[in-house]
């Protein structure tokens, strides 16, 4: 497990070779506060493009690496997990014991040698009663670098505590049609046509979009951004820039929203720059 995390957030940037490291910015001050304390539970629902069933995968491994009981699944469709510890029917007494022996589950209906398929939502509602932490796949993006939802998705689970939105810096450069899945969409949210070229700044915009990233995205939920794929030195230093535009934009927002509502409320928890997460 290697590879520098770069993260940014309103008190500046970070950095960790630790997943669950990055995702603690802007609680670290506070250690009463951090989010992935061994004690603590809590749904993490990763949307977009670009390497989020990897995303899960690491924080899979660091959870194994630190012994803190998880479940792995989707509200939608992802790769199926390591057969050892995969659950393919919603059967709760399997599940506890499955996650007893090997402190870890990874749970879904098969639909193929490769794919599963989510259990009823209502049943996964019922999983998160067993106080560990789970990690949904909730969106579909084809293997493509960069999307936005259409109607129906992402599938946010009720009561998801953090969601991860993921991008692939690869898709800057194509045209929206090429590197995007629901191209439509995308075009619509950019006021673009979808033979257009994705720029730096769309990936802005798009993560801080009500009809993109943060698509069924409450107050309540903390919101964090993976700028996956910076492979290169060029590459980085476009995801920082990319980072800051993010984080400038969410805290104009936060004030605009104090003014109006009289209270603060950051839309982005912090952004974080990674390489070594890329999805084949």
Same mark, same amino acid.
């Given at each position: 497990?290697?590879?520098?995390?770069?993260?940014?957030?309103?008190?500046?940037?970070?950095? /960790?070779?630790?997943?669950?490291?990055?995702?603690?910015?802007? +609680?670290?001050?506070?250690?009463?506060?951090?989010?992935?304390?061994?004690?603590?539970?809590?749904?993490?629902?990763?949307?977009?493009?670009?390497?989020? /069933?990897?995303? =899960?995968?690491?924080?899979?491994?660091?959870?194994? +690496?630190?012994?803190?009981?998880? =479940?792995?699944?989707?509200? /939608?469709?992802?790769? /199926?997990?390591?057969?050892?510890?995969?659950?393919?029917?919603?059967?709760?007494? &399997? =599940?506890?014991? *499955?996650?007893?022996?090997?402190?870890?589950?990874?749970?879904? #209906?098969? =639909?193929?040698?490769?794919?599963?398929?989510?259990?009823?939502?209502?049943?996964? #509602?019922?999983?998160?009663?067993?106080?560990?932490?789970?990690?949904?796949?909730?969106?579909?993006?084809?293997?493509?670098?960069?999307?936005?939802?259409?109607?129906?998705?992402?599938?946010?689970?009720?009561?998801?505590?953090?969601?991860?939105?993921?991008?692939?810096?690869?898709?800057?450069?194509? &045209? @929206? &049609? !090429?590197?995007?899945?629901?191209?439509?969409? *995308?075009?619509?949210?950019?006021?673009?046509?979808?033979?257009?070229?994705?720029?730096?700044?769309?990936?802005?915009?798009?993560?801080?979009?009500?009809?993109?990233?943060?698509?069924?995205?409450?107050? !309540?939920?903390?919101?964090?951004? @993976?700028?996956?794929?910076?492979?290169?030195?060029?590459?980085?230093?476009? +995801?920082?820039?990319?980072?800051?535009?993010? #984080?400038?934009? +969410? &805290?104009?927002?936060?004030?605009?929203?104090?003014?109006?509502?009289?209270?603060?409320?950051?839309?982005?928890?912090?952004?974080?720059?990674?390489?070594?997460?890329?999805?084949?």
């Amino acid at each position: 497990m290697t590879g520098e995390i770069y993260s940014l957030d309103e008190n500046g940037w970070k950095w /960790t070779d630790s997943l669950w490291k990055a995702l603690e910015t802007g +609680a670290v001050s506070n250690p009463m506060a951090r989010m992935w304390e061994k004690k603590r539970t809590g749904i993490v629902s990763v949307v977009g493009a670009g390497g989020k /069933t990897t995303v =899960i995968r690491r924080l899979r491994e660091e959870c194994l +690496a630190e012994k803190i009981p998880h =479940i792995v699944s989707t509200t /939608t469709h992802m790769q /199926t997990g390591p057969e050892e510890c995969f659950v393919k029917e919603p059967d709760l007494e &399997q =599940i506890k014991s *499955v996650l007893e022996k090997k402190g870890t589950v990874w749970m879904g #209906i098969p =639909i193929s040698k490769e794919k599963m398929g989510s259990f009823p939502l209502d049943f996964l #509602i019922n999983v998160e009663n067993l106080n560990v932490w789970m990690f949904l796949e909730a969106d579909g993006a084809k293997c493509l670098p960069v999307k936005a939802p259409r109607d129906t998705e992402p599938v946010i689970l009720k009561g998801t505590t953090h969601v991860i939105s993921v991008y692939g810096l690869d898709g800057i450069g194509q &045209q @929206i &049609q !090429e590197c995007c899945c629901r191209p439509e969409h *995308v075009a619509q949210i950019l006021n673009k046509n979808t033979d257009e070229i994705l720029e730096w700044k769309d990936l802005v915009k798009l993560a801080l979009s009500p009809c993109g990233g943060r698509k069924s995205v409450t107050n !309540e939920m903390e919101y964090h951004i @993976i700028l996956n794929k910076a492979d290169t030195k060029e590459q980085k230093k476009l +995801a920082k820039k990319i980072a800051e535009a993010i #984080i400038e934009q +969410a &805290q104009m927002s936060g004030r605009e929203r104090e003014c109006s509502e009289n209270q603060a409320h950051s839309v982005v928890k912090s952004v974080h720059i990674t390489d070594w997460l890329y999805s084949k």
